[in-house]
């Protein structure tokens, strides 16, 4: 073996200065390093996340300046804000500076809702829970533009027993594809399109559950003992959509019309006369 291998080595050289010890430096890093540092991550993320301009919902702050009350409003207990000039409840529809409007459109709703049929007054069963009821407001515009005052009896359908207040719920919508479709063949056809709208439409189809009510507000009923059995789908139910559609499809049926197999919303009827553009 060759001398003196594996014999440590004795050295009189010094280590070099700073050899094998950490090294303090206070120089400073170059200017703009962790800029730059900044940037390459900015510009990955922005890579990887499309980036818009955010902006907040102009009807959620329309919505928010209209509920600003002052203090001194607000200390008294009998103090309803309106939301929009839409009243949220029938205590606000009362004390609107619009309660005339209000109370036409809601006695106009229980004309014809008794018109209709739509319930009847029966004695409170102590054996059945009994759905909520409430007023629901709304301001629209009509042909001439001019003011309407909407008031709605809707059903609390989220108090509903399955399989005893409801059984199937699905009601079918018509796709945004086929009316598309419909829209380009009457304009390449040269034909006219119609377009109409039901006044209450779910009333006009027949409940198919034994339904208990609570009466609402200004209804000729103020017995605790007596309650109302709705005898039509009435707005707010979870069945009053397919009742309604299936309704429709009876009679669009009955006229002879075929309902397609893409979309259950879709109905034709063929004639042999030309179609007249």
Not at 226 to 248: A, C, D, F, P, T
């Amino acid at each position: 073996p060759v001398d003196g291998a594996g014999e440590p080595v004795d050295s009189d050289e010094e280590p070099v200065d700073g050899a094998g010890e950490p090294v303090d430096s206070d120089e400073e890093p170059v200017d703009g390093a962790e800029e730059s540092q900044e940037q390459q991550s900015e510009t990955s993320a922005k890579g990887r996340y499309p980036t818009r301009e955010r902006k907040g919902l102009l009807r959620y702050i329309e919505l928010c300046a209209a509920y600003d009350v002052s203090d001194e409003d607000s200390e008294g207990e009998d103090t309803a804000p309106v939301v929009g000039d839409v009243p949220r409840n029938y205590k606000e529809a009362t004390q609107s500076a619009e309660k005339e409007e209000w109370g036409g459109a809601m006695k106009g709703q229980l004309v014809s809702l008794l018109d209709n049929e739509t319930f009847q007054v029966v004695p409170r069963p102590k054996d059945r829970k009994v759905v909520g009821s409430r007023w629901v407001y709304s301001i629209k515009s009509g042909l001439n533009d001019e003011v309407q005052y909407k008031a709605r009896v809707v059903a609390k359908g989220f108090s509903q027993v399955a399989d005893i207040d409801y059984h199937e719920t699905f009601s079918p919508t018509a796709r945004m594809t086929s009316i598309r479709m419909l829209l380009q063949l009457a304009v390449a056809e040269s034909l006219k399109v119609h377009q109409l709208d039901f006044d209450s439409a779910y009333l006009n189809a027949e409940i198919d559950c034994e339904i208990f009510m609570e009466p609402p507000e200004l209804f000729p009923c103020n017995r605790p003992s007596e309650v109302l059995k709705i005898k039509k789908s009435l707005y707010g139910l979870k069945q009053s959509g397919r009742l309604w559609n299936e309704m429709l499809h009876a009679y669009l049926v009955e006229k002879n019309f075929t309902r397609s197999l893409v979309d259950t919303c879709v109905y034709t009827q063929f004639n042999e006369e030309p179609v007249k553009p």
